[in-house]
Nanobody
């Protein structure tokens, strides 16, 4: 099992910045993806950004250029720096990690942290 603890959400004005952090603990595979997803009210959960163990990055088109994901393999942490925030970024943000092994993969989720961007 893997446990994820997020922090850093809150209320910010349009154009402002927030930094989300997530720490993983437990049975952590050496090969994994860490990332952030979000779910706005009435909408499905969507990918925001992911980073592989080797450093490959993936961003949703809606956040590319504004958000930056980073990770520390040594500390098993992942962060999301969010700049130029817009009201449409308002959502609950979830940290997630997918671990890969010869028997398949498992995805673990954090409890979520709320981000509200006021207009």
């Amino acid at each position: 099992q893997v446990q994820l603890v997020e922090s850093g959400g809150g209320l910010v004005e349009t154009g402002g910045s927030l930094r989300l952090s997530c720490a993983a603990s437990g049975s952590i595979s050496s090969i994994n993806t860490m990332g952030w997803y979000r779910q706005a009210p009435g909408k499905q959960r969507e990918l925001v950004a992911t980073v592989l163990t080797g450093g490959s990055l993936n961003y949703a088109d809606s956040v590319r250029g504004r958000f930056t994901i980073s990770r520390s393999n040594a500390k098993n942490t992942v962060a999301l720096q969010m700049n130029s925030l817009k009201p449409e970024d308002t959502a609950v943000y979830y940290c997630a990690t997918t671990h890969y092994s010869s028997s398949g993969s498992n995805t673990y989720w954090g409890q979520g942290t709320r981000v509200t961007v006021s207009s």
